[in-house]
């Protein structure tokens, strides 16, 4: 069984964009510049963008954090995005999910210029990245692509069992391992709540991407052995021996998956310092102006 080393692996794509930053800069280039837009005090949110801030500094980027309380209206957050994507020094714009409950996801989504929707939560994007055109790939899918390309794990015609169809991690990821690429050409099949016998399905995959956000899920019983195993799931459950009173559970039940696989994330330490360095990589692309503006029409 290999460990799948996302924290070692983002290490090395964050060296690879910090020496390109450098190099733009020494040749008078525009710093790239990512604006995280945090709306309310989630804790789980708070922890995210502090840690995006700290990735840009680290790299070379400029960041800007730009907080509003939970009772921003939802016209006034689209003017702030409208504001943001008429700022020409900014390359990228996230906007931290999730939101309130009386904000319009779909439509603050809409509003961030493809041209700078790191996230690639845009319908553009989501369009773009189906048809196989240059676009930014949401973090997560993105990550987890990087780290199998990384430790060179043969997809090709294998059968990919990705678990959970939301639209920022399972619909994505099904899509990007069915496609005609490197990391891809697989056999997809696509669980989710609705699935009579995910145990049956598991047990036929020879990748097993689990992103449903139910901690310790996947059993050892459900996996063939020598399976590859990516854990998405990050969910804090109390726990009173740990000094900030939780600890981090991935979807898949560890002890006894382990064992029987090939490779497998571990979890903190797998997935989410893959999601961070794709996130960057999306934003150097975006100061690079390397998927939009590139193709003159006339
Ligand atoms: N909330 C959970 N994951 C993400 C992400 O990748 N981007 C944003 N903007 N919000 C999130």
Not at 47 to 65: E, H, I, P
Not at 172 to 199: E, Y
Not at 287 to 297: D, G, N
């Amino acid at each position: 069984m290999t460990l799948l080393d996302g924290k070692k692996t983002s290490e090395q794509i964050k060296a690879e964009i910090a020496e390109e930053v450098a190099s733009i800069n020494s040749q008078g280039g525009k710093t790239p510049h990512l604006a995280a837009i945090l709306v309310g005090h989630d804790g789980a949110s708070e922890t995210y963008v502090n840690s995006k801030v700290k990735d840009c500094a680290q790299v070379g980027f400029r960041s800007s954090l730009l907080r509003f309380e939970d009772s921003i209206t939802e016209e006034e957050l689209l003017k702030v995005v409208e504001e943001v994507n008429d700022d020409e020094d900014v390359d990228g714009l996230i906007v931290q999910l999730p939101l309130p409950n009386h904000i319009s996801v779909q439509k603050v989504t809409e509003r961030i210029r493809p041209e700078k929707d790191v996230d690639g939560f845009h319908p553009e994007n989501v369009g773009r990245m189906v048809k196989g055109l240059p676009a930014y790939i949401s973090a997560t899918p993105y990550g987890i692509v990087q780290l199998l390309d990384r430790y060179q794990i043969e997809t090709s015609g294998k059968h990919c069992v990705v678990i959970g169809r939301s639209d920022i991690v399972g619909t994505p990821m099904s899509i990007l391992m069915a496609r005609k690429s490197s990391p891809g050409n697989c056999t997809v099949t696509l669980c989710h709540s609705r699935t009579k016998d995910i145990k049956a399905m598991t047990l036929q995959a020879d990748i097993i991407i689990a992103a449903l956000g139910i901690p310790e899920f996947l059993k050892g019983d459900m996996v063939k052995s020598g399976a590859v195993v990516i854990d998405v799931g990050i969910t804090r459950v109390p726990d009173p021996t740990k000094k900030r009173g939780y600890a981090l559970k991935g979807d898949v039940d560890f002890e006894q998956v382990a064992p029987k696989c090939s490779y497998i994330t571990p979890v903190p330490g797998g997935v989410g310092p893959m999601t961070r360095a794709s996130l960057l990589w999306n934003t150097l692309q975006s100061a690079k102006k390397a998927f939009y503006l590139t193709e003159s029409v006339s």
